[in-house]
């Protein structure tokens, strides 16, 4: 469920990434016969949904391989067009659309897929369309950023829920005095998506494009915020400063050492998995907002349907690609088998997420409460070198960390990075 990033990026101008990205597959071949779909997807389970729309569609067949997933699958998409040979249907990472569009990878199916967009969140949509009147993917799951804590050890510390940023700092303070071998959570230098997330809660916009014309803007005002915030508790050794997913990270849930972990709606599974023991003694509430009249949150994760240039059969993947995100029993099917929380606004609560995650089955609403919460998702756009911004925070990061530096001189090295590989590589940048 932890969402990676494309591995190669590419040189072309937006305006003609944009032509070829736009341009059709060969179309639907003609012919009597069975139509063969191939379908490279990494959601767990997938086969068992895709057998659902086999056995009612035996003119339509689709072939499920797994071959990778993150940088991987992206790598050999790529290597694969090269070689003219590419599947029907991928599931795609939203960081990775923008890599794959402008390669030439994926095709635009805005001629299958009308009305569609009405049935997803529109900070999903956007995403799947790059912006455009183009339609480059339909949006499967998505993973709005949520607050997960320890109730049992808030209320061994009476401590209170914070609403803001300002009473989540007053909160890691107060763990500190009360008990100083704990803290609130950590800041993660290892996790680019989830500083991403933040920082798009915050509003902020690392890359945008206008007639061909792409702008960059990782060391805006809100990211700047954002690390200035964290840094801050860092000095002050308010949160601690030590990389997630490592052993050391899992025992620090395990044992209470950390109180929180702000994360996606699919922490309850990472939890189960790390942390059985502490199952019935987590509580999920809505991250502190930095204007509380205006929530908003941001993403850690989520994924698509894309169908590629290279079908030769691009209605029947489109039609694929909408049974699989938006029909009801397919949808439910992907939550209980594949896990996923669906981009389809109608199915995230309700149906199949009638009861809580069993880890958190003390908590009833926790879909009602996390629909309410994905509602409010900032806007927020990839560019074609995500690789190359996401490399650079987990050096520079960990650099600042290690010099006790100012957090923002990081944001600084992400924009430059940034800035300079699209330049290097051939794109129109302004400023």
Not at 73 to 102: I, R
Not at 127 to 155: E, K, N, S
Request: with cysteine; glycine share 10%; charged share 20%.
């Amino acid at each position: 469920m932890r969402r990676r990033l494309p591995a190669e990026i590419t040189g072309l101008a937006l305006s003609a990434a944009l032509l070829a990205g736009c341009a059709q597959g060969p179309g639907d071949a003609a012919g009597d016969g069975v139509v063969e779909l191939t379908f490279w997807a990494w959601a767990p389970n997938m086969e068992r949904i895709v057998d659902e729309w086999n056995a009612d569609r035996p003119d339509v067949q689709v072939t499920v391989s797994n071959l990778a997933q993150g940088d991987n699958l992206v790598t050999k998409l790529l290597t694969s067009h090269k070689a003219g040979f590419l599947p029907d249907l991928v599931q795609a990472e939203y960081q990775a659309l923008p890599t794959l569009v402008s390669r030439g990878v994926l095709a635009d199916i805005s001629g299958h897929t009308q009305g569609a967009g009405d049935r997803f969140p529109e900070s999903a949509w956007r995403q799947a369309t790059l912006g455009t009147d183009a339609v480059y993917a339909i949006p499967q799951d998505v993973a709005p950023m949520m607050m997960f804590y320890r109730h049992d050890l808030f209320a061994e510390l009476d401590l209170v829920v914070p609403r803001d940023w300002d009473e989540f700092a007053d909160t890691a303070r107060q763990v500190r005095e009360r008990d100083p071998g704990r803290y609130l959570t950590t800041f993660s230098a290892n996790d680019p998506g989830w500083f991403a997330g933040l920082s798009q809660q915050a509003r902020a916009s690392w890359w945008s494009t206008e007639g061909g014309t792409w702008s960059v803007g990782v060391a805006g005002p809100p990211t700047l915020d954002v690390a200035r915030y964290w840094g801050e508790l860092v000095e002050q050794d308010l949160v601690d400063d030590q990389p997630m997913y490592t052993p050391a990270w899992n025992k620090a849930l395990g044992d209470g050492t950390q109180l929180a972990w702000l994360s996606g709606v699919w922490a309850p599974g990472v939890l189960a998995g790390t942390v059985p023991q502490t199952e019935g003694d987590w509580r999920m509430a809505p991250l502190p907002q930095w204007d509380p009249d205006r929530p908003a949150t941001g993403n850690w994760g989520g994924s698509t349907t894309a169908v590629t240039t290279g079908s030769e059969h691009a209605a029947a993947a489109a039609e694929f690609a909408l049974w699989l995100n938006t029909d009801p029993e397919a949808v439910g099917l992907l939550i209980q088998e594949a896990g996923v929380y669906p981009a389809l606004e109608s199915a995230q609560t309700g149906g199949a997420l009638t009861e809580p995650p069993p880890f958190m089955a003390g908590q009833p609403d926790f879909y009602e409460e996390a629909a309410g919460i994905a509602a409010t998702t900032s806007p927020f756009a990839f560019g074609p070198n995500v690789n190359v911004t996401y490399a650079t925070y987990k050096a520079a990061f960990t650099d600042v960390i290690n010099e006790d530096a100012d957090f923002t001189d990081a944001v600084r090295r992400m924009h430059e990075a940034t800035l300079t590989d699209m330049r290097d590589t051939g794109f129109e940048v302004a400023g």
